[in-house]
């Protein structure tokens, strides 16, 4: 590299520093956390290495018995059983408060074989069942976040099958959230396409009003607006008062349009319309209004003009504007948590449910990994089928 | 006057024979944008079948509106556009089937060079063949053959510019309006496309209608020219008419140089007015109606003005100071002091004999009338 070019890189390093520690390190450790999980394999080394053993046929020996209560007892003074517990109670369920009481009763039972001493406290450590469970939440390398994202399971003889009809729920939300992706990005192409074209061929002073109904709702917050979208939605509220002022609405059928997915469509069209609009604005300024006139001095139409010399200029705008509204879309969380009622939740809902509620982090990064993936999916697409070279933002 | 001085009035007087059936006709059209100053003024103009007219004008005369009116694109407020006798105020741009090659081209940037000229055709709803062969026929024409698959952003300024001129052309109009088609290009490129569309206006029989602000672009092009002030036509004619008999003073500021004396009638004889500028007595060329005691202005062309000239050759001769001399290669610029007047300019041929003038000598100057011509009086704020 010569003397520029190591300038220029420095110039870079700041942000390149500030993304690497506030973007890819927090999304690598995520991703990471969806496939790796050490927890138990930190905990009960000397166990696993031993189950590794084990025909998984009958109980395992006394051996096993023996390192996993020494462990189990070290895990209780280090303070990660919780953890190791609640790691091996998602792959067998009930297995939690078994492990979290065992170290404390296996202290006041007499000393001999520890077999004898666990089967005592609780005839489930004679199952293997539950020394499967311990085995394989040993594994420290796991698809199990991405099955279960994905609505799979691994039977016990390793092959993958779909989890009981009652489990499904994110095959099904990764869909709603997409439909809900795709509609929200036509509701504001048929929306922004129009406004665009107003404001880009405004007069200069018109341009300015009309850009800044686009931009001062852009600026508000998040918050304010999707909380005034439930003021105007609600059962009582602004709208449903029209209608029923107006008649056209009974009193007592007041429409549901808030809490459910009609709240959540109308809500995120009306936040993401601006990243339609404004891409779609700036390409249409690029385009001369001579062109409009040329076309029909050449004798075509306004829509021959439209559809063969205006609106091929304006792709570019077009699929910026949507692309962006549509990853922002599938990503979106605020809204659909505000206004979405239970119909209206998407799958960053769930992301973030399983970050702070349920603590399954593992799970929370294979649902965001999969996000990620299918946002980067639709970039290749789109460069493949359009040219992300063409993009123009702004 | 002398008797060659009779002869060049007898032969300004003779009449010019009128035109060819009219293709184009504006008629008192007036427009305005805001509803109160008119950027077109009760415009009255008539473009023969088959003519070459120029537009030509300062920058905000009105030329691009008058044209924009014409194309459709805006309303006369007044008045009426009639094509080959009927009105066309109503019929919408794209049925006037007028060919337009706009200043910045606005050639569709998404489509090929063929894409764009076929366009036209497509709209028309022409069988692919037909339109395969108008495309080849319209790009021999403006000689891009083999360009049909590039872009327009693939090609220089000229050859854009020479592809907005197929395309205004390929769906054959009889009528074709540029707004100043080649304002974009540099020196060279400009002189090689004039003579181009020259070409292809002979060759195709067209009317043109051509905009420009470039006085030599104007002459060089067109077969008359129609001068432009403030919304108004100030006179229409031949280059040669405009240049050797222009009919306001604007004009004779506007195309090529003039020296302007501003003075006052004495007396009227005929076509021949005595003028009084700065107390020397002019004998001029009558052009505008005047009567004694009438402001006027005096227009003569340096290259008009004859150095210390034979006694009595010339009705108008007067003592001059040479001021200043200008070295131009083929002749030489003398700035004179001459009827109170210090600006006044002279030009000669650089011939045998004229190494003499020096600077500060005193000199006869003179000129014959009928190249001195009587016109209105010449406010100098509205100059071009
Ligand atoms: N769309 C418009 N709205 C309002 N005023 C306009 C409009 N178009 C032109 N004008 C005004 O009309 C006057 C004549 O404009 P026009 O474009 O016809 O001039 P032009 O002779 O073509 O000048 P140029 O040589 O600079 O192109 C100008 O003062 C201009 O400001
Ligand atoms: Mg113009």
């Not at chain 1, 092959?159 to 009981?164: F, H």
């Not at chain 1, 048929?190 to 009309?210: E, K």
């Not at chain 1, 769930?350 to 990064?365: E, P, V």
């Not at chain 2, 007036?30 to 509803?35: C, H, I, L």
């Amino acid at each position: 590299m010569n003397g520029a070019g190591l300038r220029a890189a420095g110039l870079v390093l700041p942000l390149a520093a500030f993304i690497a520690v506030t973007f890819a390190l927090p999304l690598g450790t995520m991703l990471v956390r969806s496939v790796y999980d050490p927890t138990v394999a930190e905990a009960m080394p000397e166990t696993l290495t031993r189950l590794g053993e084990w025909d998984g046929a009958g109980m395992p020996d006394e051996v096993v018995y023996s390192r996993a209560a020494a462990e189990l007892a070290r895990a209780t003074e280090q303070g990660t059983l919780g953890q190791v517990a609640s790691r091996i109670n998602r792959v067998r369920s009930g297995l939690r408060s078994l492990l979290v009481r065992t170290p404390r009763q296996l202290r006041d039972s007499p000393a001999g074989p520890r077999r004898e001493a666990l089967l005592a406290i609780d005839e489930r450590w004679g199952d293997p069942e539950t020394w499967h469970a311990i085995r394989t939440a040993g594994d420290p390398l796991t698809a199990r976040h991405y099955l279960h994202a994905l609505d799979l399971d691994r039977a016990r003889d390793g092959s993958i099958v779909q989890r009981p009809a009652e489990e499904r729920v994110y095959l099904r939300l990764f869909a709603r959230t997409f439909a809900v992706g795709l509609a929200v990005t036509v509701l504001c192409m048929l929306l922004g396409y129009p406004i665009a074209y107003l404001i880009a061929h405004a007069s200069a002073r018109n341009a300015r009003w009309l850009l800044a109904f686009v931009l001062v709702p852009f600026w508000t917050s998040l918050l304010v607006r999707t909380t005034s979208w439930i003021v105007l939605l609600q059962t009582q509220g602004v709208v449903n008062d029209l209608l029923v002022t107006v008649g056209l609405v009974a009193d007592d059928g007041r429409l549901a349009l808030v809490h459910n997915m009609t709240g959540t469509l109308v809500a995120m069209t009306h936040i993401l319309l601006p990243f339609m609009v404004l891409p779609l604005y700036s390409v249409m300024r690029g385009i001369p209004s001579r062109q409009m006139a040329a076309a029909a001095s050449l004798g075509a139409g306004f829509f021959q003009a439209f559809r063969r010399v205006y609106w091929p200029q304006t792709v570019p705008g077009v699929g910026a504007g949507s692309l962006l509204v549509f990853i922002l879309a599938i990503g979106y969380y605020i809204t659909p948590a505000l206004v979405g009622g239970q119909s209206g939740q998407l799958i960053s809902n769930f992301i973030a449910y399983h970050m702070q509620t349920s603590l399954n982090w593992g799970l929370a990064g294979a649902l965001g990994g999969i996000l990620l993936a299918s946002v980067a999916a639709l970039y290749v697409v789109y460069d493949r089928v359009v040219g992300v070279e063409g993009i123009r933002l702004g | 006057m002398t008797p060659p001085e009779r002869e060049s009035l007898r032969r300004l007087l003779k009449r010019r024979p009128p035109g060819a059936p009219a293709h184009v006709e504006l008629e008192r059209v007036t427009k305005s944008y805001d509803g109160r100053n008119a950027v077109v003024r009760d415009l009255d103009l008539s473009v023969s079948r088959g003519e070459f007219l120029t537009l030509l004008g300062p920058s905000g005369s009105g030329k691009t509106t008058c044209l924009m009116m014409l194309a459709g694109f805006e309303a006369p407020s007044s008045g009426t556009i009639r094509v080959h006798g009927r009105d066309v105020n109503r019929v919408p741009p794209r049925r006037r089937g007028i060919g337009m090659v706009f200043q910045n081209y606005a050639l569709f940037p998404h489509m090929t060079v063929g894409g764009n000229l076929s366009f036209p055709l497509e709209v028309r709803g022409l069988e692919p063949a037909v339109r395969r062969e108008r495309v080849g026929r319209a790009l021999e024409l403006v000689r891009l053959e083999g360009f049909e698959y590039r872009r327009p952003s693939q090609l220089s300024g000229g050859q854009q510019q020479r592809v907005a001129i197929a395309r205004a052309l390929v769906f054959e109009p009889d009528l074709v309006l540029m707004d100043e088609p080649l304002g974009a290009l540099d020196r060279r490129l400009r002189e090689e496309l004039q003579y181009e569309i020259r070409r292809i206006h002979s060759d195709l029989g067209v009317t043109v209608l051509y905009v420009t602000h470039d006085q030599n672009e104007a002459m060089v092009m067109s077969d008359r020219v129609a001068v432009f002030r403030a919304g108004r036509i100030e006179q229409v004619a031949s280059p040669e008419a405009l240049y050797e008999e222009p009919e306001r003073s604007f004009v004779a500021r506007f195309i090529g140089e003039n020296n302007r004396l501003p003075g006052r009638v004495m007396a009227v004889r005929d076509e021949i007015c005595e003028v009084d500028v700065a107390g020397r007595i002019v004998r001029a060329f009558r052009v505008v109606e005047c009567a004694p005691g009438d402001r006027v202005t005096l227009s003569i062309r340096p290259e008009r003005v004859a150095l210390a000239p034979t006694p009595g050759l010339y009705t108008n001769e007067f003592e001059a100071q040479i001021e200043d001399i200008t070295f131009l290669g083929d002749h030489l610029r003398l700035r004179v002091r001459v009827c109170g007047r210090s600006d006044f300019v002279v030009k000669i041929p650089n011939m045998v004999g004229h190494g003499a003038v020096i600077e500060g000598d005193r000199v006869r100057v003179g000129w014959i009338p009928t190249d001195c011509r009587v016109l209105d009086p010449d406010n100098e704020e509205d100059t071009a």
